[in-house]
């Protein structure tokens, strides 16, 4: 057997013994082991050339500690109801535990455990000092009255409580928003929080702006996102301006993708929930983005756009992959793009992927955009700005400062800009080119900076 085809053998067995083992473990933990899968295969020449990581990958793989609870509340009637609440600890090596609480009926271990896995990948890669954990409840808060979220807000604390905070072991642990948390929960978390341990500073999350929140925090993952296919299209030798972008979810990753995009010139056509999407033809600008905020606060169907802008269309139950155009932007939730939506992107003409949700895009979709060539920014990388601003805030709120939003954008411009050159650098030294780069590379370059803590700490 020659020297080349020796080591693809000897990778692929690497890879298949990681996966095997956690499949044994956690057979039905199928969302995480997806984006364990996506991170072995992209170390494979990592692990060739350096085999002693391939004991830290399963180390890495393993969360450091899971919290499980119940979280009792009771309802506007009077009804009791339990919900079931979840904190994973992933892994601390670079610093305190830190990542998003998620409220959405489809919460479970394996959904958390994928989310934890990400953001310690997330953390490393924007250079943050932050170890990843990521936590919530299969709460659903739609629907429910202030008074229950509130309540329910509550009762999650009272027991998340005694796992963060500066005194506990682990040191710190700073959950803020994802899916369902905004900072009208974070409010009432925090509130809670504080009037159990009368702790003012142990967590620190997205606040409302007056109480110590940093300027931008809620806009930094949506912009970032933008920022981040900036810098792809820099590389290609193109603007955003007037290019045809479809987006996915309605949220706060969303929104303020759109308002970013708008800012640029370039033309979004579309968003989306989870009863349909919105499609107008001519774009959205800041006056239509107000009228779809103001929809989506009061719940509405997005449907509602239309009777202002006959123009548009709104199709139910349908996601928003067939629009022609040249860049997608998933922002809305996990495998929210399958193969079959893969196909029509490329067959209505686009050239660029940026994920703004947590891997939206399946494995097989992948596959297509690496058959077609396609340009794909991986989520971890692409949506990092949300904690990299957090990170920003850590530092501001313990030096009781507060940048202006100028400022705080202008950082947040840089560390876009910075975790796209380190993930090109990354796939560069492994000869991975484009389009694949910035898969890989992200994968590679967020790796490498946790596996060498980890190997300086022992067998941690
Ligand atoms: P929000 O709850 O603010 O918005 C989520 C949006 O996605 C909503 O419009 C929701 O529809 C839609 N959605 C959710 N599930 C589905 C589904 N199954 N099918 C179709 N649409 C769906 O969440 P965020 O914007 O905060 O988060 C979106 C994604 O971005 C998540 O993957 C999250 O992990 C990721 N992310 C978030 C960050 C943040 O700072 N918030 C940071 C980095 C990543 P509806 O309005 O009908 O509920
Ligand atoms: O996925 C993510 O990066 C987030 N939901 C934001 C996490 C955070 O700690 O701000």
Known sequence: MDKRRLFSTYRVLIAVSILSAILRRDPHEMEFIQSVQEVVHSLEPVLTKYPQYVHVLERLVEPERVVI???????DKGEAHVNRGFRVQ?????????????FHPTVNLSVMKFL???QTLKNSLSSLSLGGGKGGSDFNPKGKSENEIMRFCYSFMEELYRHIGPNQVPIFDTPSGDIGVGPREIGYLFGQYRRLTSQYEGMLGPKGIQWGTSNLHPEATGYGVVYYAKEVLTDLHRDLKDLRCVVSGAGKVALYAVEKLISFGAVPVTISDTRGYLLDEEGFDRVKLSLIREIKAHNKNLREYTKSYPKAKYLDDTKPWAVKCDIAFPC?????LNHADAMSLINVGCQIIIEGANMPCTAEAIDIFRKSKIWFGPGKAANAGGVAIQGLEMAQNSSRVQWTAEEVDMRLQEVMKDIY????????EYGIGNPEALLHGANIA???RVAQAMLEQGCV
């Open 69 to 75: 609870f119940k979280v009792s509340w009771v309802d």
């Open 90 to 102: 992933f892994n601390q090596a670079l610093g305190p535990y830190k990542g998003g609480l998620r």
């Open 116 to 118: 934890a896995f990400e």
């Open 332 to 336: 809305a939730t996990q495998n929210e």
């Open 421 to 428: 050159q380190k993930s090109m650098k990354a796939a560069q």
């Open 446 to 448: 967020s790796f490498l």
